[in-house]
Every structure is written in C-alpha cells, then in structure tokens.
C-alpha cells in the first residue's frame, strides 16, 4: 500500500504480493482508513498481462467461457459421469438419478469441476440430501462450472459473463431458484456478476439462495430428518469460509454465521469453537486462488493460524462450507504441519450422513427409473446395467 501511495504501480504489479493476498478481508474490516484492500488487489491483478498470470487461472478462466467448466471436461464426459454416478447411487436409493435441464425445477444446482473430474463420490452428499427431500433439482447440462476464476484474476468481463449464462439459463427453463456455489470464491463471484447485472437491467434479476438457507428450510419444514447419534463419540469444531461470512457481510449485508452453526447442531451433540470465530476468524490460506496457483508454501504459511485454532480447540472434526477451505484444511495443512489428526467434512456432508432416509414409494422408484431412461437415451448417454 505505501508502493502505491508513492506511485509503484508498476512495481506492484510485477510483484508476487497481489497474488499472494487470500482476500479473506480481515484486514479491510479493521482497517481505520477504511480502505478496501481485496477490491484494490483484484484491480491489481486485472492490469497483469494474461502470459504473466501465475498457474493455471487464466486458462481455466478461458476454459470455463469456452467449455463451460474450468477443467475443460467435454459435455459427452461429463453426461457420461452423471449418469454412471447417478445409477451407482440408485443402487443405495432407488430411484435415483441426475437430472439434466430439468424445465421448471425448484432448484438448479452447481458441480464443481474437481469433483466432476476426480472427487467423484463427493457429488454424493448433495444428491443424498435432495433424494430424501424429494426435491425438484437439476443440473445444467453446459456452462456447470461451481467455481469463478475470472473472480481470482480480476477479470470483471468474464466475471459479468458468467453470471449471465447462468441467469440466462434460469430463464430459459423456467427454474425458480439456484443454490449459490459452495466454493467461497464461486459464490462471492457469482452474487457479484449478477449484482452488476441486475443494476444495469432489473429483469436480470432471478431467484437465488445460499446453501444454509437451503439446508435449514428443508430441515425445519421436516422434509429431511437427521440421527444425531451417527456422530457420537467425536467433538467438531466449525470453520468460517471468509467469502460465506465476513467478506458476504461486509459486501452485502448479511453474513453466514449463526446459519451454519444452528445447523451443526442439529448433526452433532459436542461442538467446540475456534478462537477467534465468526467475523474474526482466521482464513485458511486458500483463499484468493491460493488453493491452485503455485504459491503452496505461502498458502500454507498463511495457514500456520489455522492450524494452531485447530489444535488448540480439540476438535477430532473440521466441518467447512467451502470446497477451497476443504481441500486446504484436509490436504496442503497437514502436508506442512505436524499433529494435524483431525478429519474435515462439508457441513453438507454432516447432514447426508446423518440422513433418515424414509423409501420412496414403488410408484416413485418406478418414475424415477423412467425419467432416467427418458433423459438418458434423449442425450445420447447409455445406461449400462
């Protein structure tokens, strides 16, 4: 900050520190110039020429606005998956399948691609909580992807475009709201393209609601029932995603963290605290992009906070909102620090595997098994047995 203030933009733009910055806005909701420190770093980063942008972020960015997914997975893989997935799952609930641009659906719903890609099985809890609220969900079949790297290379254009595919999307089928993207950035990014959208034209404006909302509508309302004793015998502690909390608060005016919490209590019987917590929590390192560039030792430096709340709160479970959080806290923490025993779920997580699963009737198993071969043969997709 003091570079700029003496006019080092160029100095500050060939530097590292703009990409090493999480955006995690603890600085910003502290600062006592008020100075929006996040939203200046991303300006930063928008000024980098794209050969110079560390990693994979800006291909994945193209990725996305040319395959509609970052990784660049192909519309026929990616059915593919679906639908292989979708019948193993049916195995353990009949009658289940994906569906793929399901006209007038209650809920649209974003994969993200790691897990389209490689975490295959982690698909599995959201699709378990919507099996036993017998919800009318559905996938997009193109332009899927969760997560928004233009957000990470600050790319406002890209960013506005893909907010307007997937309001164009809702549109054009009639959906009447989407689930925010678990990923902090993906959702952060999303309400921002949107958000420009909707003032430059009102009628962009389209339904939308967070995964906690979501999650405690179908809870209170009893469509889905949870057996707390599943978690027995082991404490969980509750990590705050920067982007689902202080940084939707301080952006939007409303932040996730009683949410998530009353939630976890519905799970659990013996949860715990980090210190500090809620507004004041520390970021996990991920943030910003962190989690893909190729800054791992600083990201895990960032870390070293997040480690120590961990240890010193006793928790044998991280629970997180966020799939950058996830990964970071399952995987880079504990390449780099010792004593890290504990296990990290999704809260979504939580909540399918305490799932009471009440059967579908034989009339909706059939009907799901009917819709599945419908869908599938429509697009070309064989269902193998």
């Known amino acids: 900050m003091r570079m700029l203030a003496n006019g080092l933009i160029d100095e500050v733009i060939a530097s590292k520190f703009p990409w090493l910055c999480t955006g995690c806005g603890r600085c910003t909701s502290t600062c006592p110039g008020g100075l929006d420190i996040p939203s200046i770093m991303t300006h930063l980063k928008s000024l980098r020429p794209k050969e110079d942008i560390p990693g994979t972020l800006y291909q994945g960015m193209i990725n996305n606005l040319e395959t509609g997914n970052n990784l660049a997975i192909s519309p026929k893989d990616y059915l593919e998956g679906m639908a292989e997935l979708g019948h193993d799952l049916a195995k353990e609930c009949p009658g289940f399948y994906v569906p793929v641009d399901k006209d007038n659906a209650e809920i649209l719903f974003f994969p993200n691609s790691k897990e389209v890609y490689g975490d295959f099985e982690d698909q599995f809890w959201w699709w378990k909580i919507f099996y036993a609220a017998k919800e009318n969900w559905t996938v997009p079949g193109n332009n899927w992807e969760a997560v928004d790297w233009a957000l990470f290379t600050g790319n406002d254009k890209a960013n506005e475009e893909l907010a307007r595919r997937k309001i164009a999307y809702m549109k054009d089928h009639s959906i009447k709201k989407m689930i925010m993207p678990d990923c902090g950035g993906g959702s952060y990014g999303c309400r921002k393209g949107m958000s420009k959208l ?22 209170k309302t009893g469509r889905i029932k949870l057996d707390k004793s599943v978690h027995s015998g082991k404490k969980f502690t509750y990590h705050d995603s920067c982007k689902h909390g202080r940084e939707l608060a301080r952006t939007y005016g409303k932040g996730y963290f009683d949410e998530p919490r009353w939630i976890l209590n519905q799970c659990v019987d013996n949860f715990v605290e980090l210190t500090p917590n809620r507004e004041k929590n520390y970021c996990c390192g991920a943030g910003g992009g962190l989690w893909p560039m190729p800054f791992e030792a600083q990201s895990a430096w960032h870390a070293r906070y997040k480690r120590r709340q961990i240890k010193e709160s006793g928790a044998d479970v991280v629970v997180v909102g966020c799939s950058n959080c996830r990964d970071q806290i399952m995987k880079r923490i504990p390449r780099y620090f010792e004593g ?4 990290v779920k999704y809260i979504w997580q ?36």
């Not at 003032?199 to 809870?219: C, K, Q, R, S, W």
């Open 198 to 219: 909707n003032t430059l034209d009102p009628a962009n404006e389209v339904g939308f609601l967070y995964l906690y909302d979501y999650l405690i509508e179908i809870l």
């Open 340 to 343: 890290c025993e504990f296990e």
């Open 350 to 385: 939580l909540v399918a595997e305490a799932l009471i699963i009440e059967p579908w009737s034989q009339e909706e198993i059939s009907q799901g098994e009917k819709q599945a071969v419908t869908q599938w043969k429509a697009l070309d997709i064989s269902l193998e047995s």
